[in-house]
Structure formats: structure tokens, C-alpha cells
């Protein structure tokens, strides 16, 4: 069996980039949806996807949260948490909900490649990622073999993994604890 040099490549360039996220800013990240009453998550598009899958563990871990533009999303209010997954940091309708909670008085954190983008600048903490991406007039961070914002939606998967480990030993949350909140109705 011959070895697929595109999937090393992938590999290595998440290595790469790896390498160039901060430990205090998964640390901080982590602490905030602890202190969070509430926890609201939104993306869109392909980091959507990822940030659902976010949404989806942080549930397991037993916390109380909700995917932004589903019919049963509450009101976000004081003491929530909005976490927005948006590589460019300028998506318009996402920068309407950071501005929005922020009036309501909850945190807004993000992960980006753009932390001086509109969203960065209204968070209490951010996860900057390095990447490129064709939705944003500001300088990508780095290069990428891949088209689009593929690396930056690959590594958001793998930093909120990791975000979801931190969490589990801070909350001392075992595999089992969560796979009991795990869907039953499949």
C-alpha cells in the first residue's frame, strides 16, 4: 500500500500550524465557558459545521448550550457566553451577534485567524489560529496547500477537541459521565 502524500501534507501542515497556538489561549478559552450561566455557539458555513460539532461535545460535558439560529434558542442575557467560530472574523452576521450580546451584557469569545478583525475586537478572549482565507482583506497568517479555509476549519476542529479535554479534567468529567448525555433517540 502506497502512502497518499496529499494526507501527509494536510498532516504536516496542521503540525505546522499547531505549533502557533497559545496553551493560555485554550486555558482562557476553557475558563470563560466555565464561568458562562449559559453557553451560545455560532458559525457559519463550513466552521459552522465545526462549531456545531463543538456545541455537540460541550453538551456531553453536561453544560447547557445552544447553536445559535435553532428554533429553541433562548435569549442570550447577563452572564451567558457567545463563542463564535469565524476564520475571517468578519462575517456580517455573525459580527451582528457579537454586537448583540455584547448589548446584552454576555461574553464573546472566538476563534479566528483574524483576532483585529470586527469580532476580535469586541471579545474577552480569542483563539487565533493561523490560516488563510479568501473572505477577508486582511493578510493571511499563513500559507496553505489547501483551497479556501480548509486548515483553518481542520485545526478549529482539533483546537476545540483539545478545548473539550481541558475542560473535562477542570470539571473532572470522565468519558463515561459524558457519553450518558450522549443522544439515545438515533
Known sequence: MENSVILEEILEELTENAK?????????????????????????????????????????????????????????????????????????????????AKKAGASVVTVTIHPEASIGKVCESCIVIPGATPKSNLEDTSESAQPMGNAFEQMSWIVYDAVIMILMKKLGKTEEEMFKHHANLE
Open 20 to 100: 502557533h497556538i497559545s496553551s493560555s489561549s485554550l486555558e482562557k478559552f476553557a475558563n470563560e465557558i466555565i464561568k458562562a450561566r449559559h453557553i451560545f455557539v455560532a458559525g457559519a458555513g463550513r466552521s459552522g459545521f465545526v462549531a456545531r460539532g463543538f456545541a455537540n461535545r460541550l453538551m456531553h460535558l453536561g453544560l447547557e448550550v445552544f447553536f445559535v439560529g435553532e428554533p429553541t434558542t433562548p435569549a442570550i442575557e447577563k452572564k451567558d457566553l457567545l463563542i463564535i467560530s469565524s476564520g475571517s472574523g468578519e462575517t456580517d452576521s455573525l459580527i451582528v451577534m457579537a454586537n448583540k
